[in-house]
């Protein structure tokens, strides 16, 4: 038996956007590995950065437990470890430092690290996993075990899907990505977890409490922007029987008013989702709870059985109000299925929000426009912005890559930097988004049925659209006059 320590570097006090919005979800995926070392018998301890003060928190928990190894297991569930923050790296190797100070066994996992694994192997790193990492986790835990002596060579000899250092020199060993690992379908060590400290934050902030849960891990579709370094386009669910087991479960023990499901697909397919909702009912387990879900995927009966199992909320990836935009992204949906997903929803019951890309390659004034006209017509209930961002190992970040510069990631998520040349600098999409939030806003509002109040957000509009050609790049067309005509024609 090992004494292992396991943890992650999210600290929220460092992402000053996600700090101020004060929805904390522990770290899944941290929790599911915890899970699986528990049960293969050995000592387990959490690090759990999330609610953490800083990196200066770590070293006494470091001390506390005393591990034989350190697993830095980044959340695969928690969408902004994709972008690579560069303020959670540096956290990361700072931690890992620590812990090589120590003399402590390092092993590090996530989508950075299976991205740039040099960085983390400079910080001290014994061990990289590349992808989800779970056979080469249990293969190098299993050898230190066999012999806690073992040199650090012999240690990671031979293991596909890791990269070390070996003579001064970083050596990967690359398997290509693989279906998610069976073995993490058990349920995360919920245990190790200080909850408290979540649901005080939670209600402080917002009067109720959500946790999060995940029925699945991967995505099957080809979005040219989506990063997949972890699972590619593998998609694995649990079964609806075992996820109302989970459900239930958190219900009765913590409360949770609410869960997140963070699936990049939740649900996926409509039988599975009215057996889950049969479960529910038979167990009394049901929370209300939030999904991500693509727009081709609700049809008449997938919004009936979601509505039956509990779904609040679903947060639609509709991109853009352009459709040559969204042929573009290799997106496989279209402007009429947005519209009809949001009414088949609306209808039942369930809260509707998009998530809107600005700024993808080729796009211009008047898809700009569309995406604007999308969100008057179809109304969402919320919107999350954000600006087209190049990630390793997706087409588009091919497509843009010879246009990169010295910024390569963002520092927080509130950094909306384009870091390729779009039509418009940065400037001008952080003030689109501004301009969707008060168009949201304003449909949600008793407002919106004055006319001052509309001619008031259409003047704002206008003024950017005047103004366009202050912020335009060298790949941005001339807008038509008939273009500038029709965004001034808008409608709360």
């Given amino acids: 038996m090992l004494n292992i320590q396991v943890g992650h570097s999210y600290f929220l006090r460092y992402d000053r956007k996600q700090w101020e919005r004060g929805k904390p979800y522990p770290p899944l995926a941290t929790i599911q590995v915890a899970a699986l070392l528990q049960q293969r018998g050995h000592a387990v301890s959490l690090f759990d950065a999330m609610l953490a003060d800083g990196v200066e928190d770590y070293a006494a928990a470091l001390q506390t437990a005393a591990p034989d190894v350190v697993v830095f297991y980044e959340d695969n569930f928690n969408y902004l470890t994709k972008m690579c923050l560069s303020v959670m790296r540096d956290a990361a190797c700072r931690m890992i430092g620590e812990a090589r100070a120590r003399g402590v066994r390092v092993i590090v996992a996530g989508s950075d690290a299976s991205d740039q694994p ?129 459900m239930t479960y958190l219900k009765q023990n913590f409360q949770p008013d609410h869960i997140w499901m963070a699936d990049d697909i939740f649900g996926f397919h409509v039988d599975w989702v009215t057996e889950f909702a049969e479960h529910l009912r038979a167990a009394n387990g049901s929370v209300p ?54 009414q088949r929803l609306g ?27 999308l969100v008057t017509q179809a109304a ?35 950094d909306l930097a384009m870091m390729f040349r779009g ?45 366009e050609y202050a912020h335009r790049t060298e790949h941005a067309t001339v807008p038509m006059p008939t273009i500038r005509h029709a965004a001034a024609a808008q409608n709360c």
């Fill in 347 to 373: 209808e039942r019951g369930i809260r509707v929000s998009f998530f809107i890309q600005l700024g993808y390659l080729g796009e211009q004034l008047h898809d700009l426009l569309a995406t604007r006209a």
């Fill in 423 to 467: 039509a418009y600098d940065s400037e001008f999409y952080r003030r689109v988004r501004d301009l969707l939030h008060a168009q949201v806003t304003l449909q949600q509002s008793p407002a919106a049925q004055d006319d001052q109040a509309c001619a008031a957000l259409d003047a704002r509009w206008n003024a950017l659209i005047a103004n």
């Fill in 380 to 414: 969402p209930d919320d919107i999350g912005v954000s600006v087209s961002y190049p990630l390793p190992g997706t087409k588009f970040y091919e497509q843009v890559k010879a246009q990169l510069g010295r910024k390569t990631h963002w520092d927080d998520s509130d």
């Fill in 118 to 246: 040099d960085a983390f192997l400079a910080a001290g790193a014994h061990a990289v996993l590349i992808g989800e990492g779970i056979a080469a986790l249990t293969e190098l835990i299993g050898r230190l075990e066999r012999d806690p002596a073992i040199d650090n060579a012999s240690w990671v000899s031979g293991i596909t899907g890791v990269a070390s250092v070996v003579s001064e020199k970083t050596h990967v060993t690359r398997i290509g990505v693989v279906p998610p690992d069976p073995r993490l379908t058990l349920r995360p060590a919920w245990d190790l977890l200080d909850l408290s400290r979540y649901r005080a934050m939670w209600r402080e902030r917002h009067g109720y409490f959500s946790l999060n849960m995940a029925a699945s891990r991967g995505c099957p579709f080809r979005c040219n922007w989506c990063a997949k370094p972890i699972w590619g386009n593998h998609y694995k669910q649990r079964s609806a029987q075992d996820m109302a087991a989970e």
């Fill in 289 to 342: 709870f939030t999904i991500q879900t693509r727009a081709d995927l609700i049809s008449e009966r997938m919004a009936d059985a979601l509505a039956q199992a509990g779904c609040a909320e679903a947060w639609i990836g509709a991109e853009s109000g352009s459709q040559r935009v969204l042929d573009a992204m290799n997106k496989g949906t279209t402007v009429a299925e947005l519209i009809t997903a949001r």
